[in-house]
T-cell receptor, first 116, second 113 residues
Framework: NAGVTQTPKFRILKIGQSMTLQCTQDMNHNYMYWYRQDPGMGLKLIYYSVGAGITDKGEVPNGYNVSRSTTEDFPLRLELAAPSQTSVYFC???????????????FGEGSRLTVL | DAKTTQPNSMESNEEEPVHLPCNHSTISGTDYIHWYRQLPSQGPEYVIHGLTSNVNNRMASLAIAEDRKSSTLILHRATLRDAAVYYCILRDLGETSGSRLTFGEGTQLTVNP
């Protein structure tokens, strides 16, 4: 299994440009998440989704948009990139936690974005 | 969101046990306690989770206080590869309320040779 796949792994953007970070999972997980991690800091939740067609804001949603048209894909769009969006972005997925499973989050390898 | 509190950093010597604490005084009856760790330049990975009873797996042990307001992740013999940031989070049983998962700053564990 590929698990959670993120592309691109690295990207440099100029201020004001837009781009989409791709995330796909092959585990048929209902839940998907986008986090950002600034240097030396913890993970901050940007957006999350509990299923196709359903998305919700996390802690730091400003400047980002998401969509969930399929179970597998959860792209994150940056509009009008700003230096404050320089960060490492992690996508994750999981089943809902139940007594019969761990609800373990599976993370991608991350996408390092620099905005200059 | 139920919150957790962890020390910013801890240090240990190789081959000694490590006890990483986590306080979660506002935990609800349906919150599972999850631990993740993040190795340098990698995404976080699941370590262990529990509800009320202590838990063991191949990676670690989880000790949960009787009142569930705190827990401790135990690495029985720390190795240099255990140097990482360890996150303690709460995850509510239930499809709706358990979906918004936030991480704190975690505990940076340094393992000395």
């Amino acid at each position: 299994n590929a698990g959670v796949t993120q592309t691109p792994k690295f990207r440099i953007l100029k201020i004001g440009q837009s781009m989409t970070l791709q995330c796909t999972q092959d585990m048929n997980h209902n839940y998907m998440y986008w986090y950002r991690q600034d240097p030396g800091m913890g993970l901050k939740l940007i957006y999350y989704s509990v299923g196709a067609g359903i998305t919700d804001k996390g802690e730091v949603p400003n400047g980002y948009n998401v969509s969930r048209s399929t179970t597998e894909d959860f792209p994150l769009r940056l509009e009008l990139a700003a230096p404050s969006q320089t960060s490492v972005y992690f996508c994750a997925s999981s089943y809902p936690i139940q007594a019969s499973n761990t609800g373990e989050l599976f993370f991608g390898e991350g996408s390092r974005l620099t905005v200059l | 969101d139920a919150k957790t509190t962890q020390p910013n950093s801890m240090e240990s010597n190789e081959e000694e046990p490590v006890h990483l604490p986590c306080n979660h005084s506002t935990i609800s009856g349906t919150d599972y306690i999850h631990w993740y760790r993040q190795l340098p330049s990698q995404g976080p990975e699941y370590v262990i989770h529990g509800l009320t009873s202590n838990v063991n797996n191949r990676m670690a042990s989880l000790a949960i206080a009787e009142d569930r307001k705190s827990s401790t992740l135990i690495l029985h013999r720390a190795t240099l590869r255990d140097a990482a940031v360890y996150y303690c989070i709460l995850r509510d049983l239930g499809e709706t309320s358990g979906s918004r998962l936030t991480f704190g700053e975690g505990t940076q564990l340094t393992v000395n040779p």
